[in-house]
Structures are given as structure tokens and as C-alpha cells.
């Protein structure tokens, strides 16, 4: 069974950074698509950074110069660096991945891992 596995949400004054960390079950090489999403209370759960099996990233537009995705392909593990942290970035962050190869179709979720940035 493949599992994330989210790790490295805190409580952060504002202006600080976290590095968010999602651990695989499988190697990531299974994925095609690896994703980082938030969500807040009585919204949707957003993309915020994604990076595909090739290294290619993208970002929502309006975090492209806070937000930071990475993978570990040795450590089974891709990361969401976040630097200057503001308020409205509190939330709960999730994991995501789109299997490819002997997982194709299926997609997994982390357990999700909170953010709060406050003083």
C-alpha cells in the first residue's frame, strides 16, 4: 500500500521559513506528478507547487517567489520550501502524488501537515 507521509509543519512567526517534507512508501520514480497542496477551513484545497517525474516545477503564480518544490529521488522524498512566511499562509498542507508505470491511475494524500504563522 503506498503512503505519504507529511512532516515539518510548525507554528512560525511571521517572515520566518519551514521546509515541508513528504515521505514515499514507493519509490517517486512511480510518480509522474508530485504536488504540494493547501487548504484552509470552509475552502477548497489548493495547488500551490507541483514537479513532474522529469524535475519540471511549477507554482501558482503568486507564490513563485516564496515557495520552493524539490525532490530527493534517493530518499524517496520531495519538499516545499517556504521562505517569508505571512499569516494568510497558515493552513493545512497536503502531499499529493499521481502514480505512473504499475500505478497508473491512482493518486495518494498525505494525512496533511499544519502551518500557522502568527506572532
Known amino acids: 500500500q503506498v503512503q505519504l507521509v507529511e512532516s515539518g509543519g510548525d507554528l512560525v512567526q511571521p517572515g520566518g521559513s519551514l521546509r515541508l517534507s513528504c515521505a514515499a512508501s514507493?519509490?517517486?520514480?512511480?510518480?509522474?506528478?508530485m504536488g504540494w497542496y493547501r487548504q484552509v477551513p470552509g475552502k477548497e484545497r489548493d495547488l500551490v507547487a507541483s514537479?513532474?517525474?522529469?524535475?519540471?516545477?511549477d507554482y501558482v503564480d503568486s507564490m513563485k517567489d516564496r515557495f520552493t518544490i524539490t525532490r530527493d529521488i534517493s530518499k524517496n522524498t520531495w519538499y516545499l520550501q517556504i521562505d517569508s512566511l505571512k499569516p494568510e499562509d497558515t493552513a493545512v498542507y497536503y502531499c499529493?502524488?499521481?502514480?505512473?508505470?504499475?500505478?497508473?491511475?491512482?493518486?495518494?494524500w498525505g494525512q496533511g501537515t499544519q502551518v500557522t504563522v502568527s506572532s
Open positions: 514507493v519509490r517517486i520514480s512511480s510518480f509522474y506528478f
Open positions: 499529493h502524488a499521481r502514480g505512473s508505470g504499475y500505478l497508473r491511475g491512482r493518486e495518494y
Open positions: 514537479i513532474t517525474d522529469s524535475g519540471r516545477t
